[in-house]
Nanobody
Framework: EVQLQASGGGLVQAGGSLRLSCAAS????????IAWFRQAPGKELEGIAA????????WSRDPLKGRSTVSVDASMNTVYLQMNNLRPEDTAVYYC??????????????????????????WGKGTLVTVSS
């Protein structure tokens, strides 16, 4: 079964850092776009960043204004989202999602994930990040 599992959320004080993990099972990351999203209470789903594992290109919507970095460890089949200098407004449920890039343009795939997240084929359960002031 194809699954993603996001983890690493928790309670952190403003100014702190967290590294979220997105682990895949049932498939390997060798030709996928993996994207991170978040949804704050009462707000719409928001794209953060994506990385495509075929070419290691990254695409950022940058809602954290330069305070986030996405990376991949192919040996662990895991994608990470490093977030620094967290602010209370970063409080949200964070999700990862995956879309195959096999026989597809990676830039188009990543862009489509942000424009049409409802069409993404694989979603992980979210992990809650709470930033206290």
């Amino acid at each position: 079964e194809v699954q993603l599992q996001a983890s690493g959320g928790g309670l952190v004080q403003a100014g702190g850092s967290l590294r979220l993990s997105c682990a895949a099972s049932g498939f390997t990351f060798d030709d996928y776009a993996i994207a991170w999203f978040r949804q704050a209470p009462g707000k719409e789903l928001e794209g953060i960043a994506a990385i495509t594992t075929r070419d290691m290109m990254q695409w950022s919507r940058d809602p954290l204004k330069g305070r986030s970095t996405v990376s991949v460890d192919a040996s662990m089949n895991t994608v990470y989202l490093q977030m620094n200098n967290l602010r209370p407004e970063d409080t949200a449920v964070y999700y990862c999602a995956a879309e195959t890039t096999a026989r597809r343009d990676t830039a188009i795939t990543a862009g489509t994930m942000f424009r049409a997240p409802n069409a993404i084929s694989v979603w992980g359960k979210g992990t809650l990040v709470t930033v206290s002031s």
